[in-house]
């Protein structure tokens, strides 16, 4: 049983996933595993195949400071080594790739030179059997090489084990996700359906912690004021009562699950005193500072990021589980997309990657929001926009498809799309309608669907074949959910796909996600 494996982790929100198909040895590792961990988009692979010798007789280490990945196929190895590499995975942004000799009796390392390298990472490896004069390591965070000497390298060569597996085991430095007590600071301006669910998902992690409120059109009375007792917070037609405890300490301050909550109603956001509050990151929430130089207000007020819940015309675009690893540490200001572009990306990803997308259509289901009206009303922009949206199902333009060629430049012109807001408080859903350059089958499509869903987008992707409706993804926290029986197939190159997703929780897992995934950039 790889229990030592899972031990070895000791990872925070980690998911293991062990398919065993018998063992071949007496040691504590089986000989087919598959171990996935999920931390922060984090991926690990072990697979075992056969057992002859100790340690793969080829090795290619790659780091890579914008993703966290470490994929450790092995096809022939007879030694328990691998379950403590899992220990490796504390460091952050890492990729690693470890790629066995197909030969399964060789028991010593070729002649070979090993280089990998990035602005934090590198490693090289020259030598032949057991010689360990020849490694080096040179990393800021994996920290200098074993010792020769060391027990642990007696060790290695006693069991006839590689030297360079005592380096992989090594303990990492802890990494700190803020200067300020370890959590990430967030503050929120915007006290609207996302700032407040926003509010509500990150009372439920322990990797941030939200310490700020403001909202420039409420009145900070109304929003905690003693006799409302933080009415707006509290109550939610649509995700029910909160259900953590909220006390109401004076005309400023909310108490959420005995954690201290500020709340001010500046108009302008150099104005809110985001230093005061200790915030890092702010949650520009809105919907009124959406562009560079608008959101980048929110820094002389002392915030180091600003995340806009929103599409944005000039700043950086991200969908996690898409292309947040091309997220710089310079990059100050950055939007999250839309709700629409979180479902579609990930869908339009995996599909594309897969087989290819030559065109597509994409039509979105959405739900009513904010901004329409609850009777017919002026609407100079919109006027289909100005009626009832109680009464009616009313065709919208969207950015969605076509920003999907933002976080995913290969499909750039080749998405466009259209909605319809329809009379249901929540949840919408995606029809991607697409021409694929690969011929498939909609079972083969549906299949690299589940498989996404299972392993490296697992959170993100979602793969449902039951007979659901709308209401049944209320509070899912999944950015896009494919409905395996709503889609269907023209041909084998043309398709429609189906998503759904919960326009606001889901998304307001993803900013949180986003926040999580600068913090950890920035204590690189």
Known sequence: ?????????GLERVQILLPCRGCCCSYCFPAEAAVVAGLA?????????GCSYCCPAEVTVAADLAGMQLLLPCRGCCCSWPSKVAATVALPRLLMQLAPHTK?????FPTMSLYAQSSYHKVFFNGSNQNVSSL???SNDLGTAVNGGSSSIRKCRSTSMQPIKATATEIPPAVKNSKSGGKTKV???GFGRIGRLVLRVATSRDDLEVVAVNDPFIDAKYMVGKFVSAYMFKYDSTHGLFKGTIKVLDDSTLEINGKQVKVTSKRNPEDIPWGDFGVEYVVESSGVFTTLEKAAAHKKG?????IISAPSADAPMFVIGVNEKTYKPNMDVVSNASCTTNCLAPLAKVVHEEFGIAEGLMTTVHATTATQKTVDGPS???WRGGRGASQNIIPSSTGAAKAVGKVLPELNGKLTGMAFRVPTPNVSVVDLTCRLQKDASYEEVKAAIKFASEGPLKGILGYTDDDVVSNDFTGDSRSSIFDAKAGIALSSSFVKLVSWYDNEWGYSNRVL????????????
Request: aromatic share 2%; proline share 4%; hydrophobic share 55%.
């Open 41 to 49: 988009r984090l991926l690990l692979q072990l697979a075992w195949k």
């Open 187 to 189: 503050g929120i301006n």
């Open 136 to 138: 080096k390591i040179q």
């Open 513 to 524: 996600d986003l926040i999580e995934h600068m913090a950890l950039v920035a204590a690189i």
């Open 104 to 108: 399964p009796q060789l028991r010593s």
């Open 302 to 306: 002392g915030a180091r990021k600003v």
């Open 380 to 382: 100079m922009k919109d």
């Open 1 to 9: 049983c790889p229990a030592e494996a899972a031990a070895a982790s």
